[in-house]
């Protein structure tokens, strides 16, 4: 089946240690995006992919990174990650459809900070 | 700045009652908005999209209305399931690939 991927489910850090999650698609997209989401709070959209342009979210602070190598993986890297970092990373992809996109997410990727 | 609305306090009903979720927003004209189901421990996955220019569209025994003028959507549910019981999330926008989720309402099913 086609689907979104996203490597490791569960993720440890210590403060300050660069970490990398990952998210592959089977499905062709060429939007990718990764949110942020908190225990209880809305997912917050960090940034995006449209094919190989990057896209960054005002707010999105410049401890996070990201890669896009190819069409079908995308990779969200933290420089340096905080205890307010810790949360669930949620990759999502779309196909351009002239403005009318529906979004399939994966699984997430569950974050902790020690 | 944009704010959107969703009931944070959980919603109860009884198995083969209509729920209905609304979700509301400020500073925002959406081109069309979308509902989301998630799951605990899961991301959302996709139910139901509707553009600014259309009032109602269904979807099995799913419903969303949308009206532009209030600045608010309800999203229904008719003759609920104790397996309907998870959290529903509301995202607007306007096209350009940037979305606003509301924090969801949580919906339980009671059997």
């Known amino acids: 089946d086609a689907m979104v991927i996203q490597n490791p489910r569960y993720q440890v850090t210590q403060f300050g240690k660069p970490v990398t999650l990952s998210c592959s698609q089977t499905?062709?997209?060429?939007?990718m995006y990764w949110y942020q989401q908190k225990s209880s709070q809305a997912p917050k959209l960090l940034f995006h992919y449209y094919d190989k342009d990057f896209n960054n979210e005002a707010d999105t602070p410049d401890n996070f990174q990201s890669r896009r190598p190819n069409t079908s993986f995308c990779f969200l890297d933290i420089r340096s990650p905080g205890l307010g970092d810790a949360a669930m990373y949620l990759c999502?992809?779309?196909?351009?459809?002239?403005?009318?996109?529906?979004?399939?997410f994966g699984p997430g990727t569950r974050l902790l900070v020690l | 700045s944009q704010k959107i609305e969703q009931n944070s306090e959980a919603l109860n009903i009884q198995e083969g009652k209509t729920a209905t979720l609304t979700c509301n927003y400020t500073?925002?004209?959406?081109?069309?908005l979308q509902w989301y189901r998630q799951d605990p421990g899961r991301g959302p996955v996709f139910l139901l999209l509707i553009r600014e220019n259309e009032k109602e569209k269904r979807k099995e025994r799913l419903k969303v209305t949308f009206d532009t003028t209030l600045k608010q959507s309800l999203f229904h549910i008719t003759a609920s399931q104790p397996a309907d019981s998870a959290t529903y999330l509301c995202?607007?926008?306007?096209?350009?690939?940037?979305?606003?989720f509301g924090t969801g309402t949580r919906l339980k099913v009671l059997a």
């Open positions: 995202a607007l926008t306007s096209g350009t690939y940037k979305y606003i």
């Open positions: 500073n925002y004209s959406p081109a069309y």
């Open positions: 999502a992809t779309s196909r351009d459809q002239g403005g009318v996109e529906t979004q399939y």
């Open positions: 499905l062709n997209h060429n939007v």
